[in-house]
T-cell receptor, first 114, second 113 residues
Framework: GAGVSQSPSNKVTEKGKDVELRCDPI?????LYWYRQSLGQGLEFLIY????????KSGLPSDRFSAERTGGSVSTLTIQRTQQEDSAVYLC????????????FGSGTRLTVV | AQSVTQLDSQVPVFEEAPVELRCNYS??????LFWYVQYPNQGLQLLLK??????LVKGINGFEAEFNKSQTSFHLRKPSVHISDTAEYFC???????????FGTGTRLTVIP
């Protein structure tokens, strides 16, 4: 697509439920990144994909967080047994590894755990 | 690994006044430099980037930044700000040949009428 698409744009979930956040990167972008931004805070790196593999998942805060990418395209970030501290905006970005010119970000998913 | 320092977490400035948002990075190796802007309740948008060539880079909305290799800085400037410039600004750097960005903690610019 023309840009990075994230869905849903907003998600309200009850504590303890699982959620899935989706990212559809720019067509042809081989690298995909997930970040988390808590209210009024900077960007917290979560995980980086190159193709379908994740060479750097060092930012995932706990084993409740996981992510996968299939077909070198769409990625899903899954949070199990959500907690209130998981409330944040989750941002996805993609880039062209062979011609790196920075990231293109999606508009984010605002997750609220109640 | 790179690190990026944005010393000013908040910058209030009156409308039509000039502004400079500071950014310093750690490594002196060859780098790419970026400024992103985040308007309220939106994702990050690329404002400008330095890849090579002229050290003075012009971006959208009248912003510009100057790459200073000796001072490892990439400060963002605008000669006259508007209310609509109120946003969070993030500086980012990557080593050339790498494909990941290191972000600063952001500077919240508030333009006062």
């Amino acid at each position: 697509g023309a840009g990075v698409s994230q869905s849903p744009s907003n998600k309200v979930t009850e504590k303890g439920k699982d959620v899935e956040l989706r990212c559809d990167p720019i067509s042809g972008h081989t690298a995909l990144y997930w970040y988390r931004q808590s209210l009024g805070q900077g960007l917290e790196f979560l995980i980086y994909f190159q193709g379908n593999s994740a060479p750097d998942k060092s930012g995932l805060p706990s084993d409740r967080f996981s992510a996968e990418r299939t077909g070198g395209s769409v990625s899903t970030l899954t949070i199990q047994r959500t907690q209130q501290e998981d409330s944040a905006v989750y941002l996805c970005a993609s880039s062209n590894r062979d011609l790196f010119r920075g990231y293109t970000f999606g508009s984010g998913t605002r997750l609220t755990v109640v | 690994a790179q690190s990026v320092t944005q010393l000013d977490s908040q910058v209030p400035v009156f409308e039509e006044a000039p502004v400079e948002l500071r950014c310093n990075y750690s490594s002196s190796v060859s780098v790419y430099l970026f400024w992103y802007v985040q308007y309220p309740n939106q994702g990050l948008q690329l404002l400008l980037k330095y890849l090579s060539g002229s050290t003075l880079v012009k971006g959208i909305n009248g912003f510009e930044a100057e790459f200073n290799k000796s001072q490892t800085s990439f400060h963002l400037r605008k000669p006259s700000v508007h209310i609509s410039d109120t946003a969070e600004y993030f500086c980012a750097v990557s080593d050339t040949g790498a494909n990941n960005l290191f972000f600063g903690t952001g500077t919240r610019l508030t333009v006062i009428p």
